[in-house]
């Protein structure tokens, strides 16, 4: 008996149907319950203030960012993927589509007008540059 119930609990779980069904499960929880994490550096020097978003998967069309009054950017990048598999041994096709999007509101250091920011994209990296505004005193 139990060497019947081992083999049908082997059988059960090696079903490529059910493996495809867990691993399609997987994907839903991970899309839906991890958010996209956009790490974000900050760099400051005498003449600019300059904000780093590291996008490494994104494409200039995907990236977008929105002035919000004088002291706020919000930065959203949609990641729309489609991939598809042609298995013509088998004469099997599978299809594939995600669809992400995500949001990071980035909080300027003091306020300043839309005309004063300049946005670059390049190598995976949105650079968002301001005019620096503090004023430094030198320490003797």
Known sequence: MKKDLSHI???FFDDRSLKKLLHTLDEYVH??????????DVRETN??????A????????SVHLQFIDNT?????????????????EKKFVQRKRTYERATKSIFLPYP??????????Q???LIIRLPQRKT????E
Do not use: C, W
Not at 74 to 86: A, G, M, N, P, R
């Open 72 to 88: 706020r950017l919000l930065l959203s990048v949609i990641y729309d993927e489609q991939i598809e598999t042609i298995d013509d």
């Open 123 to 125: 190598d995976g990296k």
């Open 54 to 61: 590291h996008l490494p998967n994104a494409t200039r069309d």
């Open 112 to 121: 300043v007008s839309e005309s004063d920011i300049q946005a670059s994209f």
């Open 31 to 40: 899309r839906t319950f991890s958010p996209i994490y956009i790490p974000i």
């Open 47 to 52: 003449e600019e203030y300059v904000i780093i």
């Open 9 to 11: 609990l082997d059988s």
């Open 136 to 139: 430094f005193i030198p320490i």
